[in-house]
């Protein structure tokens, strides 16, 4: 019969791997520190499209902030993690907010998004300033520009009063400017995401003596 004493002493080397983990600033995908953050920058990606409601200058020009949010999701959780807040926080934002059907390649543009901007952190060059800005610089060409373009170019019928470019250039040509800004804003959080430990370490050179 395991008295007590005999079940603790039995737990407690499980119980302290585990407490080192929880205190573990490295993310690790489908621990409970990788899913808090996940769930953290989903609800703050819907907060930045309802304030980005707020912000709509013109037709246009909308000023929103959740690419911050995409950008430092897909760097510090991984192309999973990257992919899923963006799809989730993309959903309950039509969901929340709706303006009309949900548009699968609209979601599907915005999913690979956090894709590639996991991707663009696993480039082995050592700034992570370069790193953010080839994410955003990327992921505006093929997502914002790109995919989204498409989706809403098609899906309200655009493509019968004008060329894919016209449409492009009337309602999505300051897209790269939005671009710009939320890049400068996720790159002025480095300093906060490497005291965190969030993002991925920079492997530098070990100096060989001759």
């Given at each position: 019969m395991i008295n007590s004493n005999d079940q603790q002493e039995i737990a407690t080397p499980d119980d302290k791997t585990h407490a080192r983990k929880v205190r573990t600033q490295k993310l690790e995908f489908g621990t409970t520190k990788w899913l808090t953050y996940a769930a953290m920058f989903t609800a703050l990606a819907v907060a930045m499209?309802?304030?980005?409601?707020?912000?709509?200058?013109?037709?246009?020009?909308?000023?929103?902030?959740?690419?911050?949010?995409?950008?430092?999701a897909g760097a510090t959780l991984g192309v999973f993690g990257g992919g899923a807040v963006c799809f989730a926080s993309d959903v309950l934002g039509a969901i929340i907010f709706p303006t009309g059907a949900i548009n699968p390649l609209l979601i599907l543009g915005n999913t690979v998004y956090g894709v590639i901007a996991a991707l663009a952190?696993?480039?082995?060059?050592?700034?992570?300033?370069?790193?953010?800005?080839?994410?955003?610089?990327?992921?505006?060409?093929?997502c914002t520009c790109?995919?989204?373009?498409?989706?809403?170019?098609?899906?309200?019928?655009?493509?019968?009063?004008?060329?894919?470019?016209?449409?492009?250039?009337?309602?999505?040509?300051?897209?790269?400017?939005?671009?710009?800004?939320?890049?400068?804003?996720?790159?002025?959080?480095?300093?906060?995401l490497n005291r965190l430990k969030l993002l991925p370490p920079i492997k530098r050179k070990k100096n060989t003596a001759t």
């Open positions: 499209k309802f304030i980005g409601q707020f912000l709509t200058l013109t037709d246009s020009f909308k000023i929103t902030l959740i690419y911050v949010v995409w950008l430092i952190f696993r480039i082995p060059i050592k700034s992570n300033i370069a790193k953010f800005i080839i994410a955003g610089a990327v992921c505006t060409v093929i790109g995919i989204n373009t498409l989706a809403i170019y098609y899906s309200y019928s655009y493509y019968k009063v004008m060329s894919v470019w016209q449409y492009f250039v009337a309602y999505r040509i300051m897209q790269p400017v939005v671009a710009v800004i939320n890049i400068v804003v996720a790159v002025t959080m480095i300093p906060l």
